[in-house]
């Protein structure tokens, strides 16, 4: 059985039921967006029958462009490179020229498998080519490397006390939407078995 790909593929037009994507900012980098799901909440009715509100939930939302109504994801595109501007900030990353691709990087056995698939209009659920964003194709966004004579790594980074967007991004995400890194109120869903450590010295707030 063979599935067209428009009827399986998730669409911005059909998010979860009574939630939404929201995104919280960055402190010190204030382009950093991490996204979350607010999942809205039913009242509660007391022994009086009043109905009580609660307040919506966030939680982890890793749906990438999916859900955001401000988003038109396609899958053919590929994902926005959220990194890019980051790494282009730092000023010590160049770009050098990368391997071609090969018929195996798209699922395919040799460069003539590839052919015949194309003209047989991918029957066999082989892979389509990356075509890029806006035009731009696989082979113009080239891959970097290191160019200022030291490692560009988190951890490099977090060593000459460099706070990277990527850090503060994890920071938000792992400590939750409640976290005082973004000002918003805590509440008794900050309150967590604490599990077992295996000796890790964890703080409670990253």
């Not at 039913?42 to 859900?67: E, H, I, Q």
């Not at 926005?80 to 730092?90: D, G, M, N, Q, V």
Request: aromatic fraction near 6%.
């Amino acid at each position: 059985m063979i599935a067209d790909k428009n009827s399986i593929e998730p669409t911005a037009e059909t998010p979860l039921p009574n939630s939404k994507k929201v995104y919280l900012p960055g402190t010190l980098h204030p382009d950093v967006r991490v996204p979350f799901r607010e999942i809205s909440l039913a009242p509660t009715k007391d022994f009086s029958g009043n109905l009580d509100p609660n307040a919506p939930v966030r939680v982890y939302d890793c749906s990438g462009p999916w859900g955001d109504p401000n988003q038109s994801p396609d899958s053919t595109q590929g994902l926005p490179a959220l990194r890019a501007e980051w790494i282009k900030r730092r000023g010590d990353t160049s770009q050098y020229d990368g391997r071609d691709v090969k018929p195996e990087d798209n699922g395919y056995l040799t460069r003539g498998h590839e052919e015949f698939a194309s003209q047989a209009e991918k029957t066999k659920n082989r892979l389509e080519h990356f075509q890029g964003r806006n035009g731009q194709s696989a082979s113009d966004r080239r891959p970097l490397r290191a160019s200022a004579g030291h490692p560009v790594t988190q951890l490099w980074y977090a060593k000459q006390g460099i706070i990277t967007p990527e850090m503060e991004f994890i920071a938000i995400r792992e400590n939750g939407p409640h976290s005082t890194l973004n000002s918003q109120p805590s509440t008794s869903l900050r309150h967590q078995h604490p599990g077992e450590s295996f000796g890790a010295s964890i703080p409670k707030e990253i």
